[in-house]
């Protein structure tokens, strides 16, 4: 069983930055591909970004691709999405999510996801 907390969520004007933090419990961090998802008031759960075990491989959605950037830390056992240049249109809940990495499984559907944390708000003002 693994245990996810998401950190960091806020407001912040669009152009602004945050950082969110996701602190897994467990004693095989390394091996799980973690990921980031987000769901808006009325919308479905979208992806964000993944990274694999590996740290060099990750995954971005196009729309945050080349202003999020998803890291790890396995020491810490913790994984980590930075956020700048915010647009009001990435105003969600963000979600962490977790599943022992199998290179034969994408990492971008939440349907392969086995665990969840319970979510943090950002919220982009224009």
């Known amino acids: 069983q693994v245990q996810l907390v998401e950190s960091g969520g806020g407001l912040v004007q669009a152009g602004g930055s945050l950082r969110l933090s996701c602190a897994a419990s467990?004693?095989?961090?390394?091996?799980?591909?973690m990921g980031w998802f987000r769901q808006a008031p009325g919308k479905e759960r979208e992806f964000v970004a993944a990274?694999?075990?590996?740290?060099?491989?990750?995954y971005y959605a196009n729309s945050v691709k080349g202003r999020f950037t998803i890291s790890r830390d396995n020491a810490k056992n913790t994984v980590y999405l930075q956020m700048n240049s915010l647009k009001p249109e990435d105003t969600a809940v963000y979600y962490c999510?977790?599943?022992?990495?199998?290179?034969?499984?994408?990492?971008?559907?939440?349907?392969?996801?086995?665990?969840w944390g319970q979510g943090t708000q950002v919220t982009v003002s224009s």
């Open positions: 990274i694999r075990k590996s740290e060099a491989r990750t």
């Open positions: 467990g004693r095989t961090f390394s091996s799980y591909a």
């Open positions: 999510a977790a599943r022992y990495d199998r290179d034969s499984t994408g990492v971008t559907g939440p349907h392969v996801y086995d665990y």
